[in-house]
């Protein structure tokens, strides 16, 4: 069962090393320099702390966020703040409430790992739930494996209304 | 006892915290507000904190340093009474930007009447720049009107201080301190003094008596039940009570007298919170290292 829901996911971060500014880490699918700075202020908005769920809504999509500690590189340096955000057409096919369950269960599986994990390994991650979650498959991350069909099953998750096929770029 | 616990009185007053990226800032405000050092991610734009102390509302302006954020920090600076400017006294590569920065501010402060506290942090770090040699290299005699304190938010260095600075800069009134010790020592376990610090205020020194000693011997011999309150006082003539506590690797007592004004109780916590901070903090087994963390820690509570 495919869902082709998510039109967008990636890793943002703002560095915890002196000198940093937000920034767009990894993307699937790419997109432009002017859609990462919107997607920004909005995966991580103003006064987020980790560990937090986000909402928002930016024009005519919505924009669904995991917010979190990244490990930093140097010791001594203090963490990143980092998020995986998703982005979904904010139209009547979508039920962004059963997404948000999903994404939250999902992101419950790894979020023992997530604040350890290095840049590369969530750029892999974020891939992983972008095919898992639009193709219905099940995610597989090192040791965690998450049977996205089965979640939505037994959660009676109603995700879309309708299955359409969806390319290309999106903000 | 928290750093709170020192301060009195009435409303709704708003301070900014600027200062570049990394230089410390939430970790300053959560140290005001928890009384110890906490570990945070880079502020995401701005945050907002509300504090009560004794009736005293205050909003606290936790503003992201970064360079994407800086165009946020005039307006919220102009509704302010204080501006608490941040530098990391150990980055002197950051100075110039810093000051920049702040250059950046005088105007608005100028014209909006805003005080200005500017806090030299990281003074923990050995290669931090003395106050004076700071005000040199940001070339601060050139700043019209401004306060500046030394103080570290990881040890809480200053903390006290600078607390009292900024509250009395944004109310207007002076904050009432309670001194709960004239004199703090500390012992490692087997008895042997490692330090002694004396509150800044009291001119005579306090002498320390033969028989107290014997008495903090005798008692880093005595063996503790783990329910049993370790601790103990002892009465001197000619200069108080001597209260002495046991924590795992320290013995370390305080000397309270009755004009101190504060219960002997307070003292006792003080006392006991003392040790529970050295054992988290303080290599036991280095002496330096726990000589460095009670004058440290003693700026809150002589
Ligand atoms: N050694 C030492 N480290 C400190 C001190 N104060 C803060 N730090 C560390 O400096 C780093 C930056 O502290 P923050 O409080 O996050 O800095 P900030 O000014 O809020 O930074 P932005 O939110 O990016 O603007 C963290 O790793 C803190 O642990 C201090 O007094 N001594
Ligand atoms: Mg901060």
Redesign the interface.
Known sequence: MAFNIIENISLCR?????????EVLGSVLPISNTEERLLLDKA???????GKFVLERLNNKHIISYVF?MKAKEAGT????ASIAVVLPADKRVNVESFQILFKLVIESFVAEIDKVDVTKLKHMIERIYNGINKGEKISIDDVNIDVPSIVKSKKLHLVTEVERIAGRIL | MGLFDIFRKSTKHKAVFLGLDNSGKSTIISFLQEGRFIEHTPTMGKKSVDMEIGGTRMSLFDMGGQQDFRGLWLGELKSARVVTFVIDAAAPQRFAEAKGELDSLLPAIKEHKIHLLILANKHDIPSAVSLTKLINELKLFEVDNFEIMEISAKTGYGMADAFAKFYSLLTGEKVKKNVLAKAISVFDKGGTPIVTTYNKNEIERVAIEGGFLVAITQFSKMKMNEDEESIITFESEKNGTFVVAKSKNLIGSVLWTTDLGVPLEQSKSALKEMLAHLEANAACSDTNSIAFHVEHYCTNII
């Not at chain 1, 703002?14 to 937000?22: H, Q, T, V």
């Open positions: 703002l560095g915890g090393f002196a000198g940093s500014n937000p991580l908005p103003h006064g987020i702390e980790p500690s203090r963490d990143d703040l």
